[in-house]
């Protein structure tokens, strides 16, 4: 599990460079303000559960994994596909039903931090 997580941390991380850099050039001409804000939103949020993705695979090879760092990649995961994957569908789409899917991403970003959180308390110190 922790390789996948730290693959797709990688993944995620790498793909949010090139949507930031795609956007702020080859896509600047073509978006209003307010969706070039939204579409960097959906970027910023991407490369930090991205990085958040990689700490919890360190997290889980360390600590030999527990359901509740699983639960935290799962749900990071999720959260860039529904969070950032609304926001740039409602910046170069301006589909309106994009709209209810970022809400349902910011839970699952929730959840994972939530899931780390205990299980931070849960962990025995390192020495």
Sequence with gaps: ?????????????????????????????????????????????QMYHALALMMVALLWSRTEGSSLLTAAGVAFIVGIVLFSGSLYGLSLSDIKGFGPITPLGGVAFLVGWGCLAIAALKSTPIH
């Design 1 to 45: 599990m922790a390789r996948l997580f730290m693959f797709l941390g990688a993944l995620f991380g790498g793909l949010s460079v090139a949507a930031g850099a795609f956007a702020s050039h080859a896509l600047k001409a073509q978006l209003s303000e307010r969706s070039q804000q939204t579409f960097e939103t959906g970027t910023r949020y």
